[in-house]
C-alpha cells in the first residue's frame, strides 16, 4: 500500500521558486487502479515521480509498504525500484541499439538474473504483450504500438508489485491507444498489480475507478463508476 502524507515539491527555476506539488495526500491499496488527470504543469508527472521513487519530495513522506521512499539511501531506493516498480513512459525508452528481447532483459540486470534466465523469461514476457514473432527485431523495425509493447514487457519480466505509466498512449493513434489500453488493463487483472496511470486522454480518465485531478499541485480525488468495457474490449490486434 502506498500512503503519501504532505507531499510537496518545490524546484527553482532562476529567482522563481515553482510549487509543483502542494501538500498532497493520497492512500493507494494494493491492487488498486488510479488514473491522474491534469493540465500540463499542473503537477501530475511529478506526482509520479514520486510514486515511482524517481523524485524525492521537498516536504512530505512517501511510504510503499511503510517504507519512506523519501528517506531511504539512494542505494536501498534504487532497490525498491528495481525489484517493486515497473515504469512505462509516453516516448517508449528503448535502446535503439538493442532488440526487444535485449531490451526487456535490461530490466532483470540490476536484480542479478544469469543471462539464460533472463533470455528466458523476456522472451516470455514479450510472448504475453503478443510480441513472440518480434524478439529479434531492433525498435526502428517496429511500429510505436510494438514499441510500447515491448516497453510493458520490460516493465513487467521482473514481477513487480506496481506499474506506473506516464501517458502510455500519448504518440499513439487512437486504434492503437485502444489496443494498449486493453493490454494494459488486462494485466492489471491477470497480474493483481498496482496499476497508477498520468493520462491527458478523458476517455482513459473516465474508465478508472479513482480519479486523481491535479491543478496547480492540488490533488482532488474521486471516486468513479467505470465506464463499460467498450472500445477496449475485445481482441487485442498483435
Known amino acids: 500500500m502506498y500512503r503519501l502524507t504532505g507531499v510537496t515539491k518545490r524546484y527553482t527555476r532562476g529567482k522563481e521558486t515553482v510549487e509543483a506539488l502542494r501538500g498532497v495526500d493520497l492512500t493507494i491499496a494494493d491492487g488498486d487502479q488510479l ?86 523469461r523476456a522472451a516470455e514476457a514479450l510472448c504475453s504483450v503478443g510480441l513472440g514473432e518480434r524478439l ?6 517496429m511500429s510505436g504500438g510494438q514499441q510500447q509493447r515491448v516497453a510493458i514487457a520490460r516493465a513487467l519480466v521482473k514481477k513487480p508489485k506496481v506499474l506506473l505509466a506516464d501517458e502510455p498512449t500519448g504518440n499513439l493513434d487512437e486504434g492503437t491507444r485502444d489496443d494498449i489500453m486493453a493490454l494494459l488493463e488486462g494485466l492489471w487483472r491477470e497480474h493483481g498489480l498496482t496499476f497508477v496511470m498520468v493520462t491527458h486522454d478523458s476517455s482513459i480518465a473516465r474508465r478508472a475507478p479513482r480519479l486523481a485531478t491535479i491543478k496547480a499541485g492540488l490533488l482532488t480525488l474521486t471516486e468513479q463508476q467505470p465506464h463499460g468495457v467498450g472500445a477496449y474490449d475485445g481482441q487485442v490486434a498483435h
Open 35 to 120: 488514473v491522474i488527470q491534469g493540465p500540463t504543469g499542473g503537477g501530475k508527472s511529478t506526482l509520479l515521480q514520486m510514486i515511482g521513487g524517481l523524485d524525492r519530495p521537498t516536504e512530505g513522506s512517501v511510504e510503499l509498504d511503510g517504507v519512506d521512499l523519501a528517506r531511504i539511501s539512494e542505494t536501498k531506493l534504487t532497490r525498491v525500484r528495481a525489484e517493486n516498480i515497473g515504469i512505462i513512459f509516453q516516448s517508449f525508452n528503448l535502446i535503439p541499439t538493442l532488440t526487444a528481447q535485449e531490451n526487456v532483459e535490461t530490466a532483470l540486470v540490476p536484480l542479478g538474473v544469469k543471462p539464460a534466465e533472463r533470455r528466458e
Open 136 to 141: 529479434g527485431h531492433a525498435p526502428s523495425e
